[in-house]
Nanobody, 122 residues
Framework: QVQLVGSGGGLVQAGGSLRLSCTASGRSFSTDDMGWFRQAPGKEREFVADITWNGGRQNYADSVKGRFTVSRDNTKNTMYLQMNSLKPEDTAVYFC???????????????WGQGTQVTVSS
C-alpha cells in the first residue's frame, strides 16, 4: 500500500520558520516529480512548490517565492518544504503529492498525503 505521510506542521508566530517533511512508503518515488499544495479554510487547494525527480529543478508559487524551499532526499524517499518568514496568510493545511501526470489533470498527481496543519499567528 502506497502512503505519503506529511509531518512537521504546527503553530508558529509570524516571521518564524517550519520544515515540513513528506515520507513515502510502499514504493520508491525516486523517478517521479513531487509537489506541495495547500488549502486554507474556505479556499480552493493551491499549488505551492514542486521538484523534479532528481531535484534538478524547482518551481514555486509567486506568493512563497524567496521564502520557501523545496528539496528531496531520494535515499530516504522523503521530500521537504523549508518555510521561512512565515506570514498569517500561509496558514493552511499543506499536502504533499507524488507522481505528476497529465492523466490526473493540469498539475495533477496520482498520490496524495493526508495533510498537515500549519498555523501562523500575527
Amino acid at each position: 500500500q502506497v502512503q505519503l505521510v506529511g509531518s512537521g506542521g504546527g503553530l508558529v508566530q509570524a516571521g518564524g520558520s517550519l520544515r515540513l517533511s513528506c515520507t513515502a512508503s510502499g514504493r520508491s518515488f525516486s523517478t517521479d516529480d513531487m509537489g506541495w499544495f495547500r488549502q486554507a479554510p474556505g479556499k480552493e487547494r493551491e499549488f505551492v512548490a514542486d521538484i523534479t525527480w532528481n531535484g534538478g529543478r524547482q518551481n514555486y508559487a509567486d506568493s512563497v517565492k524567496g521564502r520557501f524551499t523545496v528539496s528531496r532526499d531520494n535515499t530516504k524517499n522523503t521530500m521537504y518544504l523549508q518555510m521561512n518568514s512565515l506570514k498569517p496568510e500561509d496558514t493552511a493545511v499543506y499536502f504533499c503529492a507524488a507522481q505528476r501526470s497529465s492523466r490526473y489533470g493540469s498539475n495533477g498527481y496520482r498520490y496524495w498525503g493526508q495533510g498537515t496543519q500549519v498555523t501562523v499567528s500575527s
